[in-house]
């Protein structure tokens, strides 16, 4: 299990397309930060490049990609990242090969860096084609607040047997507690004895509704009608 960061700047948040599941859980925070937790991977896609800008086609691959198996997308300047399932990241690496110019331009150093990737051959990066483990579905457990390290903390843990792993997400406590999204219910009794004394976090369910940003992102880079629910 992994918490990867997605920084709000103070020109608004860069994400443009959220859907928790069960295996992702998604943290935000007031000035729109946000933490993904889960078995999770990060792929990015140099979008803006001269020469080869795909911007808008990548932006509209990588919100696809996350309604269909559930993550977060977001553009950085022109580096358009979908933050997915373990399991679903050779699909997305097959599908932009051959949908996006220059097989998306993904960031395969990055990949590698995550255990998504490994070496072949003459130092060539060669991405994984098969099915890595499958993503585990997770739990939120409890949030509070740590006065001496001035920070608030999330715990997330696996669900079912053999799960023992738990993931502490700590933000400034200026941020405040954040908004959990994803995630099954959480066990309000009968509780592992490694968790830490805290509020049980009442999670929000897998949305019918297909979001295409948060609440105060006015999606500016797609139609309003794009932002309806398509389920």
């Known amino acids: 299990m992994k918490a990867i960061f997605v920084y709000a700047p103070r020109s608004g948040s860069r994400i443009f397309s959220v859907y928790p599941t069960e295996k992702v859980v998604v943290a935000t925070y007031v000035n729109m930060s ?6 999770v991977v990060e792929v990015r896609m140099q979008a803006a490049r001269p020469g080869h800008w795909f911007r808008a086609l990548a932006t509209n691959f990588a919100t ?16 358009v990242g979908c933050i997915v399932p373990q399991d ?4 997305v690496i097959e599908r932009a090969s051959e949908l996006l110019p220059m097989g998306g331009n993904v960031d395969t150093a990055s990949l590698w860096r995550q255990g998504a990737g490994k070496i072949e051959g003459e130092g060539l990066i060669f991405l994984v084609t098969q099915s890595p483990a499958r993503a585990r579905s997770i739990r939120v457990g409890t949030c509070w607040e740590d006065p001496d390290t001035q920070h608030v903390c999330v715990e997330v843990e696996y669900d079912g047997e053999g799960g023992g792993d738990n993931c502490i997400v700590t933000a400034p406590i200026q941020w405040g507690r954040p908004e959990i999204e994803g995630g099954l219910p959480p066990l309000l009794s009968g509780r592992s004895s490694t968790s830490r004394q805290g509020t049980p976090y009442a999670t929000r369910a897998r949305p019918s509704q297909k979001r295409c940003s948060r609440r105060t992102h006015p999606c500016p880079r797609m139609r309003s009608d794009k932002c309806q629910s398509i389920s």
């Open 88 to 91: 679903a990241v050779p699909g």
């Open 64 to 79: 696809q990609v996350v309604e269909a198996v559930g993550g977060v997308a977001y553009d950085d300047r022109g580096t």
């Open 34 to 39: 946000c933490h993904v937790i889960g078995d």
